[in-house]
């Protein structure tokens, strides 16, 4: 039986779909392995933070209402989480 993930780690890997090219939510959603509902807390939440952007649909596709990019401080996250798990590692 496989472990629930925390918050954080929710987080990061919605972080790290967008920054992989993910940008539509239903994409974002398969990618990170969540459900609707929770999935739209969490963005508007990352979006209130300022770690990803909302932009409106530019009418190319009628499906989607927006999209999301990742900021500079939402690449910030990333990188020290990175960083952070090279250090786990190399201790032991």
Known sequence: ????RSRFELYIDILD???RGYR???KIMH???MSWVPLC?????LVEQELITYIPNDL???????VYEITKKGL???DYYQRALELVNEMV
């Not at 039986?1 to 629930?4: F, G, I, L, N, T």
């Not at 807390?41 to 939440?45: A, E, I, K, P």
């Not at 190319?60 to 927006?66: G, N």
């Open 60 to 66: 190319k596709d009628k499906r989607t209402k927006a």
């Open 1 to 4: 039986m496989s472990q629930r």
């Open 76 to 78: 910030n996250v990333l």
């Open 31 to 33: 990618e990170a392995c």
């Open 17 to 19: 779909a967008i920054y």
């Open 24 to 26: 539509k939510p239903t």
């Open 41 to 45: 807390g969490v963005l508007d939440n």
